[in-house]
């Protein structure tokens, strides 16, 4: 179980900090397309590439820590990834972290070690055919339902003449996004129990692609909910949701169970939500800062360089989120050179 965790957090590293060297490097290349030109730009860039390859080798170890541990553990641990990416642009990004930072990284690592304490008892899944259609269909009636809520908001935001996104369309979109990342790990696992049942495996690639495509599909509703949406708002909720998804498809359609111990199951279902907790902690401790009392302020460091990114960008969005954990806006920010820089 222990080494299964230790890929996912190697690999929902490589995830985040792939891409923000991939954002850094593209800060003085050309929007990407088939061009010759444009591919070897990219190829020859070291940022880039560098970070390419290492989201490339994050995916991989995530498709093997899959391989080994049931997924309602993968996918809440895969939320710590944030954490991983705060720390890294605090040591290498010289990014000032404030107290709810680190309050939320150290949530998540001591949610990490409930997780891996309780999950030390968790059966092998196996997967009834007959429960997959049911999987389908649920996760269908629920894109269903939440689309036609967004669409009922657009229309009276239309009405009203809003231009701002209403808070409910920013929560709706953002759990559409997670739902999808959610699934895509769970496809991913069915892959691998199948073949562990004695099918073909074939299967394993069939479903990592269809797993592939619903990352993708995420990805296009995270980035429509960026545009105009606040990224504290759809990224937290895409964070939560993913994790909620992993742990409950798990359970209910790859018959994962909770572990039979009673301090077992305690310290599992603590470390799910600790876990939970860090992540929205380190989406919004920018906020939060804020809303703290004028002497606490002046008393706990608040990391002022990113409250001044944050409130330099203004509506800027960010289009291209990390499947593991949204990239913090900004963390992206101090990684996107002004035309001040390059002149210099």
């Not at 649920?138 to 939440?146: A, H, Q, R």
């Not at 909910?225 to 949701?241: P, W």
């Amino acid at each position: 179980m222990w080494e299964s965790i230790c890929l996912t957090l190697a690999a929902t590293a490589g995830n985040n900090i792939g891409k923000v060297l991939q954002k850094k490097g593209t800060g003085i290349l050309p929007p990407l397309s088939f061009k010759f030109k444009v591919i070897r730009a990219y190829a020859v860039n070291k940022s880039w590439l560098v970070g390419f390859l290492i989201d490339i080798s994050g995916a991989l170890l995530m498709l093997r820590a899959l391989s080994l541990a049931p997924v309602s553990v993968i996918q809440p641990v895969s939320g710590c990834g944030l954490a991983i990416l705060s720390i890294f642009s605090h040591f290498y990004l010289q990014e000032v972290m404030n107290v709810i930072d680190w309050l939320g990284i150290t949530l998540a690592g001591i949610g990490t070690i409930g997780v891996g304490a309780g999950g030390e008892e968790q059966v092998a899944s196996s997967v009834s055919i007959l429960q997959l259609p049911w999987l389908a269909f649920f996760v269908v009636i629920l894109f269903v339902l939440l689309n036609g809520w967004l669409r009922i908001c657009k229309r009276q935001r239309r009405e009203q003449e809003l231009m701002e996104y209403e808070v409910v369309e920013e929560i709706i979109y953002g759990l559409e996004s997670g739902i999808l990342f959610g699934m895509a790990s769970v496809i991913s696992k069915i892959g691998f129990v199948f073949v562990q049942q004695g099918f073909s495996k074939m299967l394993i690639p069939v479903c990592v692609s269809i797993s592939i495509c619903c990352s993708g599909t995420g990805f296009y509703y995270q980035t429509r909910g960026l545009k105009h949406g606040r990224a504290i708002v759809i990224s937290t909720c895409a964070a939560v949701a993913s994790i909620v998804t992993g742990v409950l498809a798990g359970m209910l359609a790859l018959g994962e169970r909770l572990p039979s111990a009673p301090v077992a199951r305690l310290s599992l279902l603590l470390g799910w939500l600790f876990i939970m907790m860090g992540v929205i902690l380190l989406v919004s401790s920018t906020r939060l800062m804020r809303h703290l009392p004028w002497p606490l302020q002046n008393l706990i460091p608040s990391g002022a360089d990113r409250n001044f990114s944050l409130r330099k960008t203004g509506s800027h969005r960010v289009k291209d989120p990390s499947p593991a954990a949204v990239i913090p806006a900004a963390t992206l920010h101090h990684l996107i050179p002004t035309p001040a820089k390059e002149k210099a």
